[in-house]
T-cell receptor, first 114, second 115 residues
Framework: AQSVTQLGSHVSVSEGALVLLRCNYSSSVPPYLFWYVQYPNQGLQLLLKYTSAATLVKGINGFEAEFKKSETSFHLTKPSAHMSDAAEYFC????????????FGRGTSLIVHP | EAGVTQSPTHLIKTRGQQVTLRCSPISGHTSVYWYQQALGLGLQFLLWYDEGEERNRGNFPPRFSGRQFPNYSSELNVNALELEDSALYLCASIIRRDRPNYGYTFGSGTRLTVV
């Protein structure tokens, strides 16, 4: 079975501050991991993905995430928040050779203050 | 290339009615997933279609159904609408079910409001 836990339904940062959104996963086999962003009234846009290559993954809009197997984590970071980063962020997992159905976390709303 | 397209974008229905939502995957993508995103509940898996077959369904009642056509487009049907069916319905596609490393592409969704 696979599952995802996103700690914190809301994260608030000031513009220019570090962004850290937490994601922990559970998977009985090596996972594929994804971060998606959702702007109001829109669908989900892929930010980045881990597919068993490099453990540090760089995505769009300056975001990156590090896969840590020992901690079963895939936290999303950005060195300096911008007002345009305010959105809902979802972490997702799919187990290799498994059911081929992505499981999503409950989402974290990022709030950026000027 | 065109992305995943969903229609209609918005819909208002009365309780008890039936609704059909449509999804066209990216050209060449054979696998289509449907998710329900109700307020505050994240994305709940509804249905998965691959190569024209229903491969799996989530924990939803049978009044949620759908199909996939030979061109890999898909439709989601919801019968006997209830107020709690109000949600954003998202469709996603992937080139092949055994290639998750390619990532899943989402459409913009259909906002269904049941009154």
């Amino acid at each position: 079975a696979q599952s995802v836990t996103q700690l914190g339904s809301h994260v608030s940062v000031s513009e220019g501050a570090l962004v850290l959104l937490r994601c922990n996963y559970s998977s009985s086999v090596p996972p594929y991991l994804f971060w998606y962003v959702q702007y109001p009234n829109q669908g989900l846009q892929l930010l980045l993905k881990y597919t068993s290559a490099a453990t540090l993954v760089k995505g769009i809009n300056g975001f990156e995430a590090e896969f840590k197997k020992s901690e079963t984590s895939f936290h999303l970071t950005k060195p300096s928040a911008h007002m345009s980063d305010a959105a809902e962020y979802f972490c997702a997992v799919i187990s290799s050779g498994g059911s081929y159905i992505p499981t999503f976390g409950r989402g974290t709303s990022l709030i950026v203050h000027p | 290339e065109a992305g995943v397209t969903q229609s209609p974008t918005h819909l208002i229905k009365t309780r008890g009615q039936q609704v059909t939502l449509r999804c066209s995957p990216i050209s060449g993508h054979t696998s289509v997933y449907w998710y329900q995103q109700a307020l505050g509940l994240g994305l709940q898996f509804l249905l998965w279609y691959d190569e024209g077959e229903e491969r799996n369904r989530g924990n939803f009642p049978p009044r949620f159904s759908g199909r996939q056509f030979p061109n890999y487009s898909s439709e989601l049907n919801v019968n006997a609408l209830e107020l709690e069916d109000s949600a954003l319905y998202l469709c996603a596609s992937i080139i092949r079910r055994d290639r998750p490393n390619y990532g899943y592409t989402f459409g913009s969704g259909t906002r269904l409001t049941v009154v």
